[in-house]
T-cell receptor
């Protein structure tokens, strides 16, 4: 079985400060890891993914995430937050070793950037 | 432009009615998925389909039905057996191997 935990329901950051949204995962094989962002009443938009290779993954809108195998984590980061980054963020995982049922999502973290 | 289209954007259902949510993609993706989103619960998988004429139940399939007669289309029917259907429904598609999903813009279903 595969699972994802996003331990924070909400993260508050002042504009211009660095931000981190936490994600830990559990899979039996090699993980495929994803971050998505959702704005109100919209679908999810892809930010970045880790399949293999460099542990630091760069994505859209200046976001990046670091894959840490020993800590089974894939935290989302951005050096300088913008008010427009305020949204709901989802981490997702799939077991790269197989399994037909696709991605498993975390419960989401509300990111609030204060001016 | 390639993409995935959900319709309608808003849908209202009376008690005891069945309603069908549309999902169409022109990305030539093999797999399609339906998720339900409720506040604080993230996305929960309802049904998924890896190929035409085949689909599998997800975690919360009770009260829902699907069909996959064409590669491009994966409609979801919310039946009267679903006791709490008010939610935001998201459709997604992916190429074989699920190395990333493309999502539709969602349908908000409300029971009146």
């Amino acid at each position: 079985a595969q699972s994802v935990a996003q331990p924070e329901d909400q993260v508050n950051v002042a504009e211009g400060n660095p931000l981190t949204v936490k994600c830990t995962y559990s899979v039996s094989g090699n993980p495929y890891l994803f971050w998505y962002v959702q704005y109100p009443n919209r679908g999810l938009q892809f930010l970045l993914k880790y399949i293999t290779g460099d542990n630091l993954v760069k994505g859209s809108y200046g976001f990046e995430a670091e894959f840490n195998k020993s800590q089974t984590s894939f935290h989302l980061k951005k050096p300088s937050a913008l008010v427009s980054d305020s949204a709901l963020y989802f981490c997702a995982v799939r077991d790269g070793g197989g399994g037909a049922d696709g991605l498993t999502f975390g419960k989401g973290t509300h990111l609030i950037i204060q001016p | 432009d390639g993409g995935i289209t959900q319709s309608p954007k808003y849908l209202f259902r009376k008690e005891g009615q069945n309603v069908t949510l549309s999902c169409e993609q022109n990305l030539n993706h093999d797999a399609m998925y339906w998720y339900r989103q409720d506040p604080g619960q993230g996305l929960r998988l309802i049904y998924y389909s890896q190929i035409v004429n085949d689909f599998q139940k997800g975690d919360i399939a009770e009260g829902y039905s699907v069909s996959r007669e064409k590669k491009e289309s994966f409609p979801l029917t919310v039946t009267s057996a679903q006791k709490n259907p008010t939610a935001f429904y998201l459709c997604a598609s992916s190429p074989a191997g699920a190395r990333g999903y493309t999502f539709g813009s969602g349908t908000r279903l409300t029971v009146v």
